[in-house]
């Protein structure tokens, strides 16, 4: 195979991105500023849907949907819609946080989605997240220096632990972050002073952990990335990308929706199974004088790729992969497929990707699990079952998916957002 193309510049951003962006409401707002740049506005959804052709975009929670209406574009225009989600397993602060025993302060957590436990040990963390005020505003804070830790139990009082690690997540993911006794209050006022706000202004919170270690070039030739919450931020920034570049190009609106809580099943307000960008599609029909029919001609005629994170093939464990599916990093986006449609890809979406890849000059790649190894699932089921449009699966191929930090291949973001502008001009 032949050395893909490797713009260097979109994975550098990449990677002030992820840094930028320890949380979903960091994610977003980093999004919307890039948007804004490139000509977006914001729209309320309280306000009536603007009627003009451009680029607009709206914030709800840490869901970000963006679209941009050709001039003249007829009420029945299909979408062509790029998904991904915000949210990555990490450990949550729990509604009274301060605890602690044994002379030590710690932060009572709520583990969030599917980690890699023993991930999050012995490493440096942070705390981000927003605060919503009495008010009614809220403000984001990125605590960024190290401020928690989980420590492991050191071998010499655990003589098995290489053998067996085994973690209640009640009692050994408490991180400690200093010395003392506990006092109700303390940690969302340490919160709120890094915030600039007074303590007694806030009555709600939404915090969790970070890994402070920034992303890094890895490997003999830098050819490999690491970095956390990789899943799924690649895409995120990958589709602001590609709906930037889409601005004005094919017969059909470009839209991207990055939504929340997919690693805890999609199921809110602001996740894959919500009404949020079925309830976007419509309006932008109809705010355009639209009929009940040229909503439906619209949803008919759209397709949506959900781009999400997949499995490179493991070196140490290559059994645990489908002996003739074994996708490598920088491979280029794998096509993700499975019979039970825990991924949406049939035969149509496989015809449109194949195309789509050729058209930008990509390499592509395919990604089905070992019969033994169930198989993960994506925003790609909800989205297709809810607002009934066409979807098929894709994403970058990686390693220790779901930990602290992880690897794919350094020029894949890069290919993937190729693929995704591609895809848009149709």
């Not at 970000?64 to 979408?79: E, I, M, R, S």
């Not at 420590?151 to 050994?172: C, V």
């Not at 830098?222 to 004005?248: F, K």
């Amino acid at each position: 195979m032949t050395e893909p193309r490797f713009d260097r510049t979109h994975t550098d951003d990449l990677m002030r991105f992820i840094q930028a962006s320890p949380s979903p409401y960091h994610a977003v707002a980093n999004a919307a500023k890039q948007l804004v740049t490139a000509g977006f506005t914001e729209t309320a959804e309280t306000d009536a849907f603007p009627t003009e052709p451009g680029g607009h975009y709206l914030i709800r929670g840490g869901t970000l949907v963006a679209w941009w209406v050709p001039d003249g574009a007829p009420a029945h225009t299909p979408f062509r819609i790029v998904g991904s989600h915000t949210d990555s397993p990490n450990l949550r602060i729990k509604p009274r946080p301060d605890t602690g025993r044994a002379g030590w302060r710690q932060v009572g957590i709520e583990v969030y989605g599917g980690p890699l436990w023993n991930s999050w040990l012995d490493r440096d963390l942070g705390l981000s997240g927003r605060l919503a005020l009495a008010d009614g505003s809220q403000r984001l804070v990125h605590i960024e220096q190290p401020f928690l830790r989980v420590p492991q139990l050191a071998i010499h009082l655990h003589r098995s632990t290489n053998e067996a690690l085994t973690l209640d997540p009640q009692t050994h993911l408490e991180p400690v972050w200093g010395l003392g006794t506990p006092t109700d209050g303390e940690l969302i006022a340490y919160v709120a002073k890094h915030a600039g706000v007074a303590a007694e202004d806030v009555l709600g919170w939404d915090l969790m952990t970070h890994d402070v270690q920034p992303p890094a070039y890895l490997g003999r030739d830098g050819e490999l990335l690491a970095a956390p919450r990789m899943d799924n931020l690649v895409s995120v920034h990958a589709s602001v990308a590609a709906v930037i570049s889409a601005v004005g190009n094919g017969d059909s609106i470009p839209v991207m929706v990055a939504n929340d809580h997919e690693e805890i099943g999609s199921k809110s307000d602001t996740g894959a199974e919500g009404p949020l960008l079925l309830t976007v599609l419509r309006r932008l029909v109809h705010s355009r004088g639209g009929s009940y029919d040229d909503e439906a001609r619209a949803l008919a005629g759209s397709f949506c790729i959900s781009a999400d994170m997949g499995h490179a093939v493991h070196p140490n464990y290559p059994e645990k992969h489908e002996p003739n599916h074994q996708p490598v990093p920088n491979g280029g986006p794998m096509l993700k497929v499975n019979a039970t449609q825990r991924y949406t890809t049939d035969a149509n979406g496989r015809a449109l990707f194949a195309t789509t890849c050729e058209k930008a000059g990509v390499p592509w790649q395919i990604f089905v699990s070992n019969n033994r190894q169930p198989c993960g699932s994506t925003i790609g089921p909800s989205t297709a079952a809810g607002v009934g449009i066409r979807t098929v699966d894709i994403g970058v191929a990686a390693l220790s998916m779901h930990s602290a930090r992880e690897l794919c291949g350094a020029a894949d973001p890069y290919l993937l957002a190729s693929c995704l502008a591609a895809f848009y001009e149709g």
